[in-house]
């Protein structure tokens, strides 16, 4: 089975301040990670992913996550908000394989303070 | 750029009734899944689907639910006797052979 925790539901940042929300897995596979946004009213875009390779995965958006395996961990980092990043970001995992499902976080509502 | 589209984006219903969402995936895609969020609460997955079967389903996924490709198209989810703890929004998402699932817009569906 799968699971992700995100660690504080609500964050809120200064603009222009470092973003940093939280995420930690648990996967009985190797996993796929994945971090998408939500705005108002609006469907899930994916941010980034990782698969397999390089650790350190850039997004879209100025976003980027490191997949830390002994952490199990894959907190999304954005050096300087900006009031546009104010929305909800899920956390997701899923398995190694194409078509697998995917298990998502709680969410964290990013609040940009001018 | 290619994406996903849900129709309608808000139905109403009453409890006991059949609900039809429909999900148009990127045309070159070949899993596709539906997604609920009840407010407040986390994305929950319901149902994938793979060359015309379901290849896997959450306990959320019971017999009231069903999911069709009825031509090249469409993918559809069916509610048969909708109950007051159905109201929630529904994602449709498609694959291609790249792991990448895209969402979306959701359907918000309210139960009476």
């Known amino acids: 089975a799968q699971s992700v925790t995100q660690l504080g539901s609500h964050v809120s940042v200064s603009e222009g301040a470092l973003v940093l929300l939280r995420c930690n897995y648990s996967s009985s596979v190797p996993p796929y990670l994945f971090w998408y946004v939500q705005y108002p009213n609006q469907g899930l875009q994916l941010l980034l992913k990782y698969t397999t390779g390089a650790t350190l995965v850039k997004g879209i958006n100025g976003f980027e996550a490191e997949f830390k395996k002994s952490e199990t961990s894959f907190h999304l980092t954005k050096p300087s908000a900006h009031m546009s990043d104010a929305a909800e970001y899920f956390c997701a995992v899923s398995k190694n394989n194409a078509g697998n499902m995917l298990t998502f976080g709680g969410g964290t509502r990013l609040m940009v303070k001018p | 750029e290619p994406e996903v589209t849900q129709t309608p984006s808000h139905q109403v219903t009453q409890m006991g009734q059949e609900v039809i969402l429909r999900c148009v995936p990127i045309?070159?895609?070949?899993?596709f899944y539906w997604y609920r969020q009840i407010l407040g609460q986390k994305v929950e997955f319901l149902v994938s689907?793979?060359?015309?079967?379901?290849?896997?389903k959450s306990e959320i996924f019971d017999d009231q639910f069903s999911v069709e490709r009825p031509d090249g198209s469409n993918f559809t989810l069916k509610i048969r006797s909708t109950k007051l703890e159905d109201s929630a929004m529904y994602f449709c998402?498609?694959?291609?052979?790249?792991?990448?699932?895209?969402f979306g817009p959701g359907t918000r569906l309210t139960v009476l």
């Open positions: 689907f793979y060359n015309n079967e379901i290849s896997e």
């Open positions: 998402a498609s694959s291609a052979a790249r792991y990448e699932q895209f």
């Open positions: 045309s070159n895609h070949l899993y």
